[in-house]
């Protein structure tokens, strides 16, 4: 979804100008999480949780999901418009892994890729291909990530306990449209830092809510990954989780105008070590 920040490409250096800004603003972000640490109060002292794993799962919509490709002489159409806003199946893993009380990391695989048919309202020039109305249309749209971040647990308290760190998100994209035999497809795999941050609150013995965001913004665009979730305790290792994840942003940039809104309908299991 997010083409805000594209490695060099047929010499963009606007692409080159996303990154610096991109860094600039994780920066920024970094002065503020060690200021963050410096005022925190010290947390107490307490079991650090080896190893968890959580398999999530569930249906997706698109809420929105505008599309020119050239940004300069594309056509600006609507793939929610083509093909429904859903839902659609999706999937992610994720593992957690703490070395101390303080220091953590989280490693994400996170797959999207729709796949479905519908018809175009008007003529529409995509990737150097043209495509007609009124005639069956196949369209892809794939967003798939993989995510590393390091984060410091800067306040433990006795309801709240607050992560803040840094995630480097690899991207593969395409878009794709097919009528019969023509094919038009823009690809992208590209690297882009995100700030993150992370809230649990302690309700019961068994229940929990969890508030995790993966997030930043340029002038190019921005990317923005929410995900609100209540947990309960099956037992000392097995946790259910349901809820509610968003995921926001696009790039408008002179290869690329792609901005999306999905919505997901999450469950999820977790198994701690």
């Not at 083409?3 to 010499?11: M, T």
Request: with cysteine; glycine share 10%.
């Amino acid at each position: 979804m997010d083409r805000a920040i594209e490695l060099v490409r047929d010499g963009d250096i606007v692409a080159v100008h996303g990154v610096c800004t991109r860094i600039m603003y994780s920066i920024r972000l970094a002065s503020l999480a060690l200021l963050a640490v410096l005022v925190a109060e010290n947390s107490p002292a307490q079991d650090k949780e080896s190893l968890a794993l959580e398999f999530e799962g569930g249906p997706v919509w698109q809420s929105r999901n505008l599309v020119r490709i050239p940004n300069e002489t594309g056509t600006r159409f609507s793939l929610t418009d083509v093909v429904g806003q859903g839902a659609y199946g999706t999937f992610r893993v994720e593992a957690a892994f703490d070395i101390n009380e303080r220091h953590g990391f989280r490693v994400v695989m996170a797959p999207l890729d729709i796949k479905d048919s519908g018809i175009l309202g008007s003529r529409v020039l995509f990737a150097g291909g043209t495509f007609e109305p009124n005639v069956a249309t196949e369209a892809n749209y794939k967003f798939s990530s993989y995510r590393a971040t390091y984060r410091y647990r800067f306040h433990n308290g006795p309801t709240w306990r607050w992560k803040i760190g840094f995630t480097g998100f690899i991207r593969d994209a395409r878009i794709a449209l097919q009528q019969g035999s023509q094919l038009a497809e823009d690809t992208d795999i590209g690297f882009v830092p995100l700030a993150h941050l992370k809230g649990e609150a302690r309700l019961s013995d068994r229940w929990r809510f969890v508030l995790e965001l993966d997030g930043s913004a340029a002038p190019q665009g921005r990317a923005f990954d929410v995900a609100a979730k209540l947990g309960y305790a099956l037992s000392d290792r097995w946790e259910m989780m349901f809820g509610y994840r968003g995921i926001e942003g696009g790039a408008d940039v002179e290869s690329v105008y792609n901005f999306a809104w999905l919505n997901f309908a999450v469950a999820s299991i977790r198994f701690r070590l």
